[in-house]
C-alpha cells in the first residue's frame, strides 16, 4: 500500500470534473465505488492467501456448505455465483485438484454432474470463514447501520441492472 495522500483524490478529482465537465456526483460515486472495491479485494485476497484461496473458490466452498445436501449441480452453482460455465469448470478443476471437493454423478439425471465439499473442504471453509469474518471482509470504518444503508444501496443498483427480478 502507498503512503496515504495529504488529500482526498476522489474529491480533487471531482472538483476539477465539475469545474471542466459538469455535475461530478456520480462520477465521484463511482470512482469511490471502484476504489472501495479495490481495497475490499486486498483485504479478502490476504486473509484467504494463506489458506489457498481466491474469493472465487472460497464462495463456491461457502455455496456448498449452504446447499441442502453439500453438493450442487454445476449449472446451478454458475447461476448461484453469477458465473459463466467455463468459469465454474476452472474453480471446481482446482478445488478438486486439492481435493476440497469431488465430482459425483447425479442419481437420477445421467447429463448432469453433481459438485459435492469434501470434508477437507469443510474444515478449509471453516478456517477460512474466520479469516475474512476477522478483518469483516476489509469494510472497515462503517458502523453496522451503514453496513446495512450501503447494503440497501447497493442492492437497488443490482436490481436495476437486471441481477435479480424479487
Excluded at 462520477?27 to 475490499?40: E, K, P, S, Y
Excluded at 446447499?67 to 476452472?90: F, K, Y
Amino acid at each position: 500500500m502507498n503512503r496515504p495522500l495529504p488529500f482526498d483524490p476522489i474529491a480533487r478529482a471531482a472538483q476539477l470534473w465539475e469545474d471542466r465537465i459538469g455535475p461530478a456526483g456520480t462520477m465521484a460515486a463511482v470512482t469511490g465505488v471502484m476504489r472501495v472495491q479495490q481495497i475490499i479485494q486486498s483485504a479478502v485476497d490476504g486473509a484467504l492467501k494463506p489458506h489457498g484461496l481466491t474469493f472465487a473458490r472460497y464462495e463456491a466452498l461457502v455455496l456448498l456448505t449452504f446447499s441442502r445436501n453439500a453438493r450442487l449441480p454445476m449449472r446451478v452453482m454458475g447461476e448461484r455465483l453469477q458465473l459463466h460455465p467455463t468459469s465454474v469448470t476452472n474453480i471446481v478443476d482446482r478445488l478438486e485438484r486439492d481435493g476440497l471437493v469431488k465430482r459425483v454423478p447425479h442419481p437420477t439425471d445421467r447429463r448432469t454432474t453433481l459438485v459435492e465439499i469434501t470434508d477437507e473442504g469443510r474444515a478449509l471453509r471453516e478456517a477460512a470463514t474466520t479469516a475474512v469474518t476477522d478483518i469483516d471482509f476489509g469494510l472497515t470504518g462503517l458502523t453496522e447501520r451503514q453496513v446495512e444503508q450501503l447494503t440497501e444501496l447497493l442492492t437497488k443498483v443490482r436490481k436495476s441492472a437486471g441481477d435479480f427480478t424479487s
